[in-house]
């Protein structure tokens, strides 16, 4: 309503207006002097005769004055503190004249002290039809109805990130808080900048009693188990999880609104992360020319982050896309500025790690001392879909960066590997396995000369967040209302934080003697249901299933695809030996020597270039033991080539012959 009567005002001319102000002071200087006659003479009083006077000589004054001071230029819905000062001033001048005329006309029937509490008065009430003219006019009113309507939100942690929140949410009016949890039993019914804190064992309560939509946690530096402990908490209650960055991403500045993350969903599955050795992450880095192949990727510029900040000379980055070497070099740059390594220099190259001449000018170039191999194809379904493209990049693209590197010199070769190189069934993991096995025969040949090049590998499991992750597919299938597709109800996998999986692939590097497969502490392995039923509840919706069909989200098993396993493991044997590091175990793996793998990868790579897919199938398993492929080629060429006549799939080589030219 407020609104409406303002909308024809703000529409009048400047002229209007001014009369309009002029016509509210008149009501207000006859009202004033009614409400003094009734303070002096302690009653109501219909006005008459000599009172009337009294009216007159304040308008006569008052207006000319008001006039003067200029109350009428002022535009009401920018009224600040300065307009209120020019108020006071000009009724103090009013007030005097007024008190002093009034006692010297002595006015029968109005007493002396009308005089002195009629400017007051007036006073109060012309300040007063300011500031409503401010707040009407302005939008102030409606920013306030506005506010009412946001999304009422609950901030879980009263220090200091918490009080930061609560003031950047007052400024920022995207969203409301109305209280804060604490776990300091001391706090508990306690007020904080208007906020009352209340206590976390109540949780569902006051959700329900302040219609509360969102919880923010704003604890960035309790423990991850603490965390969990709390999610746990939330996740039958029916609000929307979010988060904080960490204590380190909070140090550059003061908390903002736009800081609130979307859960991440590291926070259930993983554990507190080991501190990173500063002697390890430095040892093959720093003051050193550094090159990561890969290093667009997800993994690969993780490890390009890790490594400006350990100092190195040279930063090499090669990849093959275009896209994703433009992205991460413009990342880094920036990175370079914030983390004070202007002594690093960048260098963007765009390779293709199977292009062995392109290789071999820039290795002869730069002359790497340290090289992190993390150019790969690790996506499960397009590999099986693609298995030549596959093999030829993982498997070959090794065998060729590994034996320029031995020429150039390189001190430190280390290969990013994966659990589902471990009893492999499909092509991506075995290709991975037969990229290790080419390391390990490297390095113990490298070992009987004079060679110096030191080859390791580290393996690890799924990274959250990295390309092809469930994570992001869930939360996006979520805003979407659904379904969560699932492949298997018992599917589990290992996942790890893409900056902790770096950090450990740098320190293992460090630990190398050569030919060491590293393998990181993954955790517990995850029920992927349970995640995706996680996602769900943090995201303040409901599961809808035969126990709750009137849920919000749909779970939908699909089926598994060729090649996909139901769990994934880090060890081919029982045998892992530890490290000075709690997080990383050196594993002793089987391999062939160096003469009997090179000959094989002959026969492998005519297969490859044939694209003979089973034939490659089963060259791969003489060559990668447990390596289990499902019973149907799924490449699409070769699918393509049975559904035509006259294109017919190349058929595949007597086993007798495979296993005597694999000898």
């Not at 879980?156 to 990130?161: E, I, L, Q, R, T």
Request: aromatic share 6%.
């Amino acid at each position: 309503m407020i609104n409406q009567l303002a909308a024809p005002l703000l529409k009048l001319s400047r002229l209007v207006k001014r009369l309009v102000a002029i016509g509210v002071d008149v009501i207000l200087c006859v009202f004033t002097v009614w409400l003094a006659l009734y303070f002096s003479l302690e009653s109501w009083v219909v006005m008459q005769g000599a009172q009337w006077l009294a009216v007159g000589l304040s308008l006569a004054l008052a207006l000319p004055i008001f006039v003067k001071m200029g109350l009428y230029r002022a535009i009401f819905r920018y009224a600040d503190v300065s307009a209120l000062t020019t108020v006071t001033k000009a009724v103090f001048i009013y007030g005097v004249a007024y008190a002093v005329l009034l006692a010297a006309l002595d006015l029968p029937e109005v007493p002396h002290t009308v005089g002195l509490l009629q400017p007051l008065l007036l006073l109060l009430a012309v300040g007063a039809s300011r500031a409503l003219g401010r707040y009407c006019l302005s939008g102030e009113y409606m920013n306030h109805l506005q506010y009412r309507t946001l999304s009422k939100v609950l901030i879980y942690g009263a220090g200091s990130a918490g009080r930061q929140l609560a003031g950047a949410m007052a400024n920022d009016r995207s969203m409301r808080a109305v209280g804060f949890f604490d776990d300091d039993d001391r706090l508990h019914g306690q007020v904080l900048n208007g906020l009352r804190i209340y206590n976390p064992a109540e949780l569902a309560q006051w959700v329900a009693r302040l219609e509360v939509s969102d919880v923010l946690l704003a604890m960035p530096s309790t423990t991850r188990q603490r965390r969990n402990e709390i999610l746990e908490q939330m996740r039958n209650v029916g609000v929307v999880v979010r988060t904080l960055p960490g204590l380190m991403d909070l140090a550059q500045g003061r908390v903002q609104v736009s800081d609130l993350l979307d859960l991440d969903i590291d926070d259930l599955l993983g554990r507190d992360s080991v501190p990173p050795n500063a002697l390890l992450l430095g040892k093959n880095i720093r003051n050193k020319v550094v090159l990561v192949t890969g290093a667009g990727g997800s993994i690969g510029s993780e490890l390009c982050r890790q490594i400006i900040r350990s100092g190195p000379t040279r930063l090499l980055l090669v990849d093959s896309s275009e896209f994703a070497l433009y992205t991460i070099h413009h990342e880094l740059i920036k990175l370079l500025a914030d983390e004070d390594q202007a002594g690093v220099r960048l260098l963007p190259l765009l390779a293709s790690v199977r292009d062995e001449d392109r290789m071999r000018e820039i290795m002869h170039t730069w002359r790497p001392h340290t090289i992190y191999h993390a150019a790969a194809y690790k996506h499960v379904p397009m590999v099986e879909h693609n298995p030549a493209e596959g093999v030829k990049n993982n498997a070959l693209g090794t065998w060729t960066v590994a034996r320029l590197a031995l020429d150039a010199g390189v001190r430190d070769f280390v290969l990013i590997s994966t659990d589902k190189a471990v009893r492999p069934t499909n092509i991506m993991g075995a290709s991975k396995r037969l990229a290790e096995m080419i390391l390990q025969a490297l390095a113990t040949a490298v070992a009987t000369q004079a060679a110096n090049t030191r080859f390791s590998m580290v393996r690890f499991g799924n990274v959250l967040g990295s390309s092809g992750s469930v994570v992001p597919l869930f939360r996006k299938q979520i805003k979407a209302n659904g379904p969560i597709t699932l492949t298997h109800a018992d599917i589990t996998r290992y996942f790890m934080t893409i900056p902790e999986a770096a950090q450990l692939v740098i320190q293992a590097g460090s630990m190398a003697s050569g030919g060491d497969v590293f393998v990181l502490d993954m955790g517990a392995p995850v029920r992927i249901i349970d995640l995706a039923r996680r996602m769900v509840e943090l995201s303040g919706l409901s599961v809808r299933d035969e126990a709750n069909p009137a849920g919000d989200i749909a779970i939908e098993i699909t089926g598994l695809r060729p090649g996909e396993k139901l769990y994934e493991e880090l060890l081919i044997g029982d045998n892992p030996l530890p490290t000075k590091h709690p997080r990383i175990m050196k594993a002793h793996e089987e391999f062939l020597p160096l003469a009997d793998l090179t000959a094989r990868l002959q026969v492998l790579k005519q297969a490859l270039n044939a694209n003979d897919v089973p034939l490659v199938r089963t060259l791969l398993k003489y060559l990668v033991p447990g390596y289990q492929p499902d019973a149907e080629v799924v490449d699409w060429v070769h699918l393509a080539r049975a559904e035509k006549p006259g294109l017919a799939p190349v058929a595949p080589a007597p086993i007798a012959w495979v296993a005597n030219q694999s000898k």
